[in-house]
Structures are given as C-alpha cells and as structure tokens.
C-alpha cells in the first residue's frame, strides 16, 4: 500500500514530537547536574551547563513553535483527504520548572529562572 502524503505527514509529525521529548529530557537532565553541581563548583562546567540549557531552551521553544504551525498544515491535509476528522491529535510537550541558570562560586549565590516549553 502506498503511503499518501497525509500518511508521510503523520509520521513526520510523530517524529517532531520525539524530538520535543528529548529535548525535554535534555533540560531536565541538564537542570540537575546544575543543582549538583552545588555541592562540587566547577566553573568551567557551569558556564558550559549554563550555555546549554540556554541554547536548548531556545530551540525547544522554537521547535514548539515549528511543530505548532506544522501540525495546521497536517490537520488541513487530513481534512482534504475526506476523512472527516483530523486523525494529528496534538500532544504537545510541557516542561516546566526551575532551571539554575547561573552560580556564583566564591558566594554560592544562586540565580534560579523559570523556564516553560
């Protein structure tokens, strides 16, 4: 059976929606190793965990972004298709939490951020 464009859609939107999840993973798993980073300083580690859950931010809200306009285009596709109803049920990825965005070594100051995909 060949696949319609509708199918290559579907499966392409699944795909993204993959990737949304291990970008969450990825904020999580950086958040912790800034909160255990408290008990062993390390500036050059923090400044490199610092960077990364900034850029991963960024690109995870962008992607949302991406998938949000996508997942209009494979509902358009799926309603053309006479299926009568959209079969792209959205399943968007929430990630939220407190995320340490920078530390003061000599201090042990923290500055926290909350961050919201």
Known sequence: ??????????HVLTKLQDVQN???????????????L???PDADLEGAVDTAVSTISQCAQDLNEAIERYEMKVNVENQS????????????????????????????????ADYTL
């Not at 059976?1 to 579907?10: W, Y």
């Not at 970008?23 to 798993?29: G, N, P, Y």
């Not at 006479?82 to 399943?91: F, L, Q, T, V």
Request: proline fraction near 0%; charged fraction near 30%; include cysteine.
């Open 81 to 112: 298709r006479g299926a009568g109803r959209s079969r792209c049920r959205r399943r968007r990825v929430k990630a939220s939490g407190l995320a340490i965005i920078s530390l003061s070594g000599k201090t042990g100051e923290a500055f926290f």
């Open 22 to 36: 291990s970008q969450k993973a990825l904020i999580e798993k950086a958040a912790s190793i800034q909160i255990e």
């Open 38 to 40: 408290f008990d062993l």
């Open 1 to 10: 059976m060949e696949k319609t464009k509708a199918d290559i859609m579907n």
